[in-house]
């Protein structure tokens, strides 16, 4: 969430900045500008007649106790009729603040001033490019003949349990699953991130404080009875740690990692992109989260960038990075590099890695704090990123380094998995 001080103070560059997010009304600023000086208004309107409404009280003690009981009854019916506007002014001002609160959450993050102008995925501006893609067989097929030819994920069974989209892994397809899991979280462990295991469903409160609602919230399912929202992302629940809590600054930076399934209904999508494991509703992610001085913030952003990029690298698969333009960023992030690995099967490239910098969009929203030097208390930074998101992980793998002996597996997952190939 944005705050309402930086809004008041540069009204003209908020506008700006949510113009390359392609935000539909920047007139709302003025509108939250109007409500800000409306609160603060009744706010001291209140303290002003409460202040009166003290003195009085005190006046008629000390008019009761020189005997003057008309001048002191006089006060009383002042205390009364102050009591009266007091109260109205209360609640004119706690709908003022309601009101005030409603618009400005509908805003999104603004943009970095590094990020690209534009609108489309293809208006996204390529940084660099990685690995080299493989030469494949005359007689190489994508990853979902693959997964039948191996005998590694059940999608008609998952169907049968859940519905479309919710793939049930199997003997050697678990096997590699819970390889990469585990690598992902050692990699993660020894570059000094905490590992959690949190809750899979959140409360409304957890939802909030991270931006999956009010903007996110027909992607998540709902557990209506409960009000609670089964996670799209660790990054939710590990972010939410740390709500309405200030942090020492010895202990700043917060790293985090954490493995999770997540769950994304994707209402909508069709065609060939959703083909085998290129978009399913529940799917394996390990997740890196960091809360951070805000003046290190974005020194922090491209350590995390290398670190999902030397993992690509020990995967040995073709990768670039994208820094997302304003159209296709998310709602809650400032600036955002995305990962995509090389499917040569399919030739095409598929997301497996976002690493964004919320800035203090999230904190704010929740409350983390910590304490500077000068004992003042600020929001933090918050950042995370993938590392990695499985099932594309798992699509080229499988796709990049099939063979007629069977699926070679880059040299870091051979102890994991328990053998260098799947046969």
Not at 2 to 23: P, W
Not at 97 to 125: A, D
Not at 208 to 217: A, H, R
Request: charged content about 25%; proline content about 5%; hydrophobic content about 40%.
């Amino acid at each position: 969430m944005l705050q309402i001080g930086f809004i008041r103070q540069n009204a003209a560059l908020v506008k700006e900045r949510l113009s390359v997010k392609h935000f539909g009304d920047v007139l709302l600023v003025d509108k939250v500008i109007a409500l800000d000086e409306q609160v603060r208004k009744l706010k001291v309107e209140s303290e002003t007649l409460q202040a009166e409404m003290n003195a009085a009280s005190k006046a008629i003690g000390l008019l009761m106790g020189k005997g003057e009981k008309e001048q002191a009854e006089q006060k009383k019916q002042e205390v009364i009729q102050h009591k009266s506007t007091l109260q109205q002014l209360s609640e004119s001002l706690s709908q003022a603040e309601k009101q005030l609160q409603e618009t400005i959450i509908l805003f999104p993050n603004l943009p970095h001033v590094s990020v690209p102008l534009g609108k489309t995925p293809e208006e996204n501006e390529i940084v660099r490019e990685g690995g080299s893609k493989p030469s494949l067989p005359a007689n190489a097929v994508p990853h979902w003949e693959l997964i039948k030819k191996y005998d590694l994920v059940d999608f008609e069974t998952g169907a049968k349990i859940t519905g479309s989209g919710f793939p049930l892994y199997k003997g050697k397809g678990a096997k590699l699953q819970r390889a990469l899991i585990q690598y992902f979280l050692d990699y993660n462990t020894t570059a000094g991130y905490t590992e959690y295991l949190p809750p899979l469903m959140v409360n409304e409160a957890s939802a909030y404080g991270t931006g999956q609602l009010p903007d996110k919230e027909g992607q998540m399912y709902h557990a209506t009875a409960d009000g609670f929202y089964l996670i799209p992302t660790a990054e939710v629940p590990v972010t939410n740690i740390y709500r309405d809590e200030i942090v020492k600054e010895a202990d700043v930076p917060v790293k985090m990692t954490a493995y999770t399934p997540c769950f994304r209904r994707e209402a909508g999508s069709f065609g060939s992109d959703v083909r085998g494991l290129n978009r399913v509703h529940q799917f394996d992610k390990v997740e890196i989260i960091q809360l951070v001085n805000p003046d290190k913030s974005y020194e922090v952003l491209e350590e995390m960038v290398q670190h999902v990029e030397t993992l690509l690298n020990h995967l040995q698969l073709p990768y670039r990075i994208l820094r997302l333009c304003g159209g296709d960023m998310s709602f809650t992030s400032a600036l955002t590099y995305d990962f995509e690995v090389f499917s040569a099967a399919q030739q095409k490239w598929l997301e497996v890695s976002s690493v964004s910098n919320f800035e203090s969009f999230q904190t704010n929203r929740m409350k983390i704090r910590y304490k500077n030097a000068e004992g003042k208390t600020q929001l933090l930074h918050s950042l995370n990123g993938s590392s990695l998101a499985l099932p594309r992980i798992v699509a080229c793998l499988l796709e990049n380094n099939q063979t007629d002996a069977g699926i070679e597996l880059p040299p870091v997952l051979h102890a994991y998995y328990g053998n260098a190939i799947i046969r």
